[in-house]
């Protein structure tokens, strides 16, 4: 059982849970994930490990409710018990020798992007970040993001920073001249599908963080399988870090749909529960 | 007098029309009488070929004629001195061709169905038995376990029985691996492997889940700061292989590990199971082994209406 330290509500739909995992917490690096289940007969769910105290033993999640399990998630307290939590799993984040780096954050994907952004920083190197929301309701890790990086904030609706898609904002970074080592992408599929296709006609090498269904996140099952330059991959265990110039996206975005009538049933199913609780 | 029939005695079983439908036990277990009879078939010859055919040199004759006089204790014992999961290997070895293949009256007629034995022996220790094992004076030695599948679990108990102090490590969230990720319940009920792994925690075994060995804790570390004097690497196969055939990656395309792990790990086959499972009305199987006929009867109980089992060979 593993403890919740601290919840924070970013958003109205992002939550943030400190775990006491001391084992973890000694080993994580940017770029790794765990995998819990909230209770005995919960979901296995991979979340990115947001950022980790090695001396205080407690790693950080952030997680988006989209459905069962993330709903389930964000209905413990702090002092509550997670039932299963396992990790550092996958690659970590490849950053040696960078020296000046892009990094482009969606969504919650910038909760996956910000420890890299840190970590590069730490490391003396040039950071820029171009991190892109919906609306202004949405944004997040804002002060964190300007605390390691210049950061460019994006709004598709232009409530909060600049009005635009974080591709346009990085098309004029490199047009302007910026030279960029290399451009890390972490957010929805079909952002990182655009982003890659804007830096290769730049030639500019890209990593993306890929998020496909997983289960055991060893590499047992294969669930997690991708195309990668036309070979298979398992994100769990080869990622889930890849050269986005290979990965094959639709791909990805067909597996991503598998359980897509069952996901909203799920959904349904623990809102009502918790709504029956609350009355 | 042994019973000198040729056919071995039936095991009972559900109904195929019934047990198609569920993921309850497929085979239900000897009765006394039934195992007693099935025991005198034993001619307890002087050889004991079928001893010879056993992985783990069970005294098949011996526990045999112990059921036959119906002192099954006595039985239990005999087979607990080789081996650590008697209930799991009655239910999955393939006893046709280890100690039933040896066996000296499958020459003419079948072979001692000693497998049902040994299941009915375990089933019945497991059911009357309450006494806890005695627990083994420690050697204070620190022997670390990587996986939790039957090779670790039969290595924690050899080795905690000698006094070891035994602590076996797993990756995933239950102990077990294809004992309770692979092999569905219909076939190997996961009360029971959990029995078998209480059985070793009473022993004194330490498991401790969630532990990815490598990840977390590397060997070095279980050497240098955990003190472990001796480590035991029981992994098991790992990763699936594709078979790189256009159109495998699409949806609905399971590899057998990923399906029977939904299904057996998870639960999928649940109404009420967290876990999602693509349920189809055709299905095909690409294989022909043990995997294969676990997924293709895992699919039929899910409820499809076809399943076709694709193999290579004739
Ligand atoms: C390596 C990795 C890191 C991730 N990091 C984060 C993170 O830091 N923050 C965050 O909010 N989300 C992250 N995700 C996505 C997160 O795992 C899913 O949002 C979560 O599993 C949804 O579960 P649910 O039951 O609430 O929703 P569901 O309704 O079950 O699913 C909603 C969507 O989530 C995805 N999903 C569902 N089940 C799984 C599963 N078992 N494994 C992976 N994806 C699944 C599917 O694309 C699905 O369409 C990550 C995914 C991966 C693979
Ligand atoms: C569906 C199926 C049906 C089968 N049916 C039969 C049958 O009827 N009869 C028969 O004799 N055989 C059968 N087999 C084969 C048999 O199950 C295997 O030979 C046996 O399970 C191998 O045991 P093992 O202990 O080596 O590995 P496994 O059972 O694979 O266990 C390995 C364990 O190690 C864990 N692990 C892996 N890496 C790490 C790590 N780094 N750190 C910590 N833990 C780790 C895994 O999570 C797993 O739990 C079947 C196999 C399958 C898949
Ligand atoms: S999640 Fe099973 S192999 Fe990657």
């Given at each position: 059982m593993y403890k919740i330290l601290r919840r924070k509500?970013?958003?109205?739909?992002?939550?943030?849970l400190d775990i006491e995992a001391p084992l973890i917490a000694k080993k994580a690096e940017p770029g790794q994930f765990i995998i819990l289940r909230v209770d005995s007969e919960g979901e296995r769910i991979p979340l990115t490990i947001a950022?980790?105290?090695?001396?205080a033993g407690w790693v950080r999640i952030i997680f988006q409710i989209v459905g069962g399990t993330t709903e389930k998630l964000n209905h413990l307290k702090e002092g509550d018990f997670i039932n299963d939590f396992v990790g550092p799993l996958g690659v970590p984040t490849h950053v040696d020798g960078l020296k000046k780096v892009a990094v482009v954050g969606g969504g919650v994907g910038c909760a996956i992007a910000f420890p890299i952004a840190k970590k590069l920083h730490n490391m003396g190197a040039e950071v820029h970040s171009v991190v892109g929301f919906r609306n202004k309701d949405l944004v997040i890790l804002e002060d964190d993001f300007a605390a390691v990086s210049d950061k460019m904030m994006m709004t598709d609706d232009g409530s909060h920073g600049t009005k635009g898609l974080v591709t346009n904002a990085l098309k004029e970074l490199i047009e302007s001249g910026e030279k960029y080592d290399e451009v890390?992408?972490?957010g929805p599929l079909i952002m990182m599908k655009f982003v890659c296709a804007l830096t290769k006609e730049y030639g500019v090498k890209t990593t993306v963080s890929m998020n496909p269904i997983m289960i055991d996140g060893t590499g047992?099952?294969?669930g997690c399988r991708l195309t990668v330059?036309?070979?298979?991959?398992?994100?769990?265990?080869?990622?889930?870090?890849f050269d986005g110039h290979l990965v094959d996206f639709d791909e990805a975005l067909e597996r991503g749909s598998m359980y897509k009538p069952f996901e909203r049933h799920a959904h349904e199913e623990a809102c009502n529960l918790f709504a029956k609780e609350v009355q | 007098m042994p019973n000198m029939s040729l056919k071995k005695n039936e095991m009972p079983s559900q109904d195929p029309n019934v047990r198609n439908k569920n993921f309850k036990e497929v085979a239900l277990g000897y009765t006394k009488e039934q195992a007693m009879d099935e025991a005198a078939r034993c001619l307890n010859c002087k050889n004991k070929p079928c001893v010879t055919g056993c992985p783990v040199q069970i005294d098949i004759p011996t526990f045999v004629q112990h059921v036959a006089a119906g002192d099954f204790e006595a039985a239990y014992e005999v087979i607990a001195k080789s081996s650590a999961l008697p209930a799991v290997c009655g239910r999955v070895c393939p006893q046709e061709s280890q100690c039933e293949g040896k066996c000296v009256r499958g020459i003419k007629g079948e072979p001692v169905a000693i497998g049902r034995l040994e299941r009915f022996v375990a089933d019945y220790h497991n059911e009357n038995c309450t006494e806890k094992p005695v627990k083994p004076e420690s050697n204070g030695h620190k022997v670390a376990i990587i996986g939790s599948g039957p090779s670790g679990l039969t290595c924690a108990g050899d080795l905690a029985k000698k006094g070891y102090d035994v602590t076996i490590f797993e990756a995933l969230h239950l102990a077990g691996g294809v004992l309770v990720y692979g092999i569905p319940e219909f076939r190997l009920p996961k009360a029971i492997v959990q029995k078998e792994i209480d059985g070793l925690k009473d022993l004194g075994v330490k498991v401790e889940t969630n532990m990815v060995i490598g990840k977390v804790l590397s060997i070095d570390e279980l050497i240098e700061e955990y003190g472990f004097e001796a480590v035991f690497i029981g992994s098991g196969a790992g990763l699936p292989r594709f078979m790189n055939i256009p159109g495998e990656n699409l949806k609905g395309v399971y590899s057998a590990n990923e399906f029977l792990t939904r299904v057996n790990l998870m639960k999928a086959y649940k109404d009420d199971s967290a876990t999602p499972i693509m349920k189809a009305k055709k299905v095909a199987v690409v294989g022909g082994g043990n995997?294969?006929?676990?997924?293709?009867?895992s699919a039929k109980r899910l409820g499809a209406e076809e399943v076709y089992i694709v193999y290579r060979r004739s």
């Amino acid at each position: 059982m593993y403890k919740i330290l601290r919840r924070k509500e970013l958003n109205p739909t992002v939550t943030l849970l400190d775990i006491e995992a001391p084992l973890i917490a000694k080993k994580a690096e940017p770029g790794q994930f765990i995998i819990l289940r909230v209770d005995s007969e919960g979901e296995r769910i991979p979340l990115t490990i947001a950022d980790y105290d090695r001396e205080a033993g407690w790693v950080r999640i952030i997680f988006q409710i989209v459905g069962g399990t993330t709903e389930k998630l964000n209905h413990l307290k702090e002092g509550d018990f997670i039932n299963d939590f396992v990790g550092p799993l996958g690659v970590p984040t490849h950053v040696d020798g960078l020296k000046k780096v892009a990094v482009v954050g969606g969504g919650v994907g910038c909760a996956i992007a910000f420890p890299i952004a840190k970590k590069l920083h730490n490391m003396g190197a040039e950071v820029h970040s171009v991190v892109g929301f919906r609306n202004k309701d949405l944004v997040i890790l804002e002060d964190d993001f300007a605390a390691v990086s210049d950061k460019m904030m994006m709004t598709d609706d232009g409530s909060h920073g600049t009005k635009g898609l974080v591709t346009n904002a990085l098309k004029e970074l490199i047009e302007s001249g910026e030279k960029y080592d290399e451009v890390i992408v972490i957010g929805p599929l079909i952002m990182m599908k655009f982003v890659c296709a804007l830096t290769k006609e730049y030639g500019v090498k890209t990593t993306v963080s890929m998020n496909p269904i997983m289960i055991d996140g060893t590499g047992m099952c294969g669930g997690c399988r991708l195309t990668v330059g036309g070979e298979t991959k398992f994100a769990c265990v080869d990622g889930p870090d890849f050269d986005g110039h290979l990965v094959d996206f639709d791909e990805a975005l067909e597996r991503g749909s598998m359980y897509k009538p069952f996901e909203r049933h799920a959904h349904e199913e623990a809102c009502n529960l918790f709504a029956k609780e609350v009355q | 007098m042994p019973n000198m029939s040729l056919k071995k005695n039936e095991m009972p079983s559900q109904d195929p029309n019934v047990r198609n439908k569920n993921f309850k036990e497929v085979a239900l277990g000897y009765t006394k009488e039934q195992a007693m009879d099935e025991a005198a078939r034993c001619l307890n010859c002087k050889n004991k070929p079928c001893v010879t055919g056993c992985p783990v040199q069970i005294d098949i004759p011996t526990f045999v004629q112990h059921v036959a006089a119906g002192d099954f204790e006595a039985a239990y014992e005999v087979i607990a001195k080789s081996s650590a999961l008697p209930a799991v290997c009655g239910r999955v070895c393939p006893q046709e061709s280890q100690c039933e293949g040896k066996c000296v009256r499958g020459i003419k007629g079948e072979p001692v169905a000693i497998g049902r034995l040994e299941r009915f022996v375990a089933d019945y220790h497991n059911e009357n038995c309450t006494e806890k094992p005695v627990k083994p004076e420690s050697n204070g030695h620190k022997v670390a376990i990587i996986g939790s599948g039957p090779s670790g679990l039969t290595c924690a108990g050899d080795l905690a029985k000698k006094g070891y102090d035994v602590t076996i490590f797993e990756a995933l969230h239950l102990a077990g691996g294809v004992l309770v990720y692979g092999i569905p319940e219909f076939r190997l009920p996961k009360a029971i492997v959990q029995k078998e792994i209480d059985g070793l925690k009473d022993l004194g075994v330490k498991v401790e889940t969630n532990m990815v060995i490598g990840k977390v804790l590397s060997i070095d570390e279980l050497i240098e700061e955990y003190g472990f004097e001796a480590v035991f690497i029981g992994s098991g196969a790992g990763l699936p292989r594709f078979m790189n055939i256009p159109g495998e990656n699409l949806k609905g395309v399971y590899s057998a590990n990923e399906f029977l792990t939904r299904v057996n790990l998870m639960k999928a086959y649940k109404d009420d199971s967290a876990t999602p499972i693509m349920k189809a009305k055709k299905v095909a199987v690409v294989g022909g082994g043990n995997v294969a006929m676990d997924a293709a009867r895992s699919a039929k109980r899910l409820g499809a209406e076809e399943v076709y089992i694709v193999y290579r060979r004739s």
